[in-house]
């Protein structure tokens, strides 16, 4: 149960941040488009308010300085309107906040250029002014209220920084209480056959959770100590040649093993299932690796599906299947090979099954004559 809390906590995590980052999106995405709407009544009332001055300016006098003055000030207090065209009776007239930013000049008359940034929004009032024809004024609004704008995008990041921020420390105090409940968990193996293991004068005190090979069987699982692998391997292979009998290595893994207790219990079932418990090692962190001399592949290959079987349904309720077990074989086949090589192949073949998707079982199938034809070639 706590194994399950444990892997389902990621999930949850995830979960929670992806809430946060589609909220403070859609929030963002709201408050932007409330902005636009009220910039856009905005425009609209200082629009208005442009229009009574440019009548009121207009009827003492059109296009004369006072009025252009009176224009510019109301354009430039204007927190929306980007530029004005005003027409008279004989021309046209612009006034820009920013000049060339919004008018440009076609045959001398001033258009409006198209911007993204600028309001589709129509702001367009005839000037009745006595005496005088065909007068009217028309401006443009800047779709953003860029102040606001960039305080929205501001906050949006704050929030989704804040996701970022809640799932690095949820994942960091999470990861310190596993080490700190389950030491064992600390990835220090027994060296493997052939190799040594250097340990600095300051690395004394580091406790170790899998200790050297005392006695032929490990007190973590009951099987055969891992080291003991391919000294066994050699002299079954030297054995089976010498009575040319065929000879297969199997390695299993569990790929998602949750805890040394359970992977205890599937231990003693391989010893059950397989019988010869001397022919039984652990195999890598939560490996067995099972040696059947007399068989072959088409022994071996039944077995391990039965055996898969077998941990299937003796443990039904596995967070995965058979807690994702995969299956890599390799046999004899008539070769005169050594431990070393052997457990080459079925290595192979269990890397090949855990990144195969459609089966847990792969085997290793050698051709003789290909292999006798190599090593000659080799010596």
Request: glycine share 6%.
């Amino acid at each position: 149960m706590e194994t399950n809390k444990i892997k389902s906590g990621p999930s949850i995590i995830a979960a929670i941040c992806i809430v946060i980052y589609v909220l403070a999106l859609v929030q963002g995405a709201f408050r932007i488009y409330l902005s636009v709407e009220d910039r856009k009544i905005t425009a609209e009332q200082e629009f208005s308010n442009m229009v009574d001055l440019a009548l009121s300016a207009g009827i003492q006098g059109f296009m004369d300085e006072r009025f252009v003055q009176t224009i510019n000030t109301a354009l430039s207090s204007s927190k929306s309107i980007e530029a004005v065209i005003i027409t008279g009776p004989d021309n046209s007239y612009a006034f820009e906040k920013q000049s060339g930013r919004a008018v440009s000049w076609v045959n001398n008359t001033p258009r409006f250029i198209n911007r993204f940034t600028f309001s589709n929004q129509s702001h367009y009032r005839p000037l009745a002014i006595a005496d005088l024809r065909n007068a009217n004024i028309k401006a443009v609004a800047g779709a953003l209220d860029y102040d606001k704008f960039v305080k929205i995008l501001k906050e949006t990041l704050l929030i989704i920084l804040f996701g970022f921020a809640f799932s690095f420390f949820t994942m960091l105090i999470k990861l310190l209480l596993e080490k700190r409940e389950n030491p064992e968990l600390i990835p220090v193996r027994t060296p493997n056959a052939g190799r040594t293991a250097n340990r600095d004068s300051e690395d004394d005190d580091i406790p170790v959770s899998v200790s050297s090979p005392k006695g032929l069987y490990s007190t973590r699982s009951g099987l055969g100590w891992e080291d003991y692998i391919q000294e066994r391997l050699d002299s079954e292979l030297h054995r089976c040649s010498s009575t040319e009998k065929d000879l297969a290595f199997i390695a299993f893994e569990f790929t998602d093993m949750p805890e040394d207790r359970l992977f205890k219990q599937t231990a003693q079932e391989a010893i059950k299932f397989f019988s010869s418990k001397d022919l039984i090692f652990e195999y890598g962190d939560m490996g067995i690796a099972v040696i059947l001399p007399g068989a072959g592949l088409e022994t071996a290959i039944p077995k391990s599906e039965n055996f898969y079987q077998r941990i299937l349904n003796r443990f039904p309720n596995s967070y995965t299947p058979a807690f994702g077990l995969n299956i890599g074989l390799s046999s004899r086949s008539g070769r005169l090979l050594n431990a070393e090589r052997l457990m080459l192949e079925a290595t192979e073949a269990l890397k090949k099954a855990k990144s195969d998707s459609k089966t847990s079982i792969i085997a290793f199938k050698s051709d003789p004559e290909k292999y006798r034809a190599f090593i000659a070639s080799q010596s």
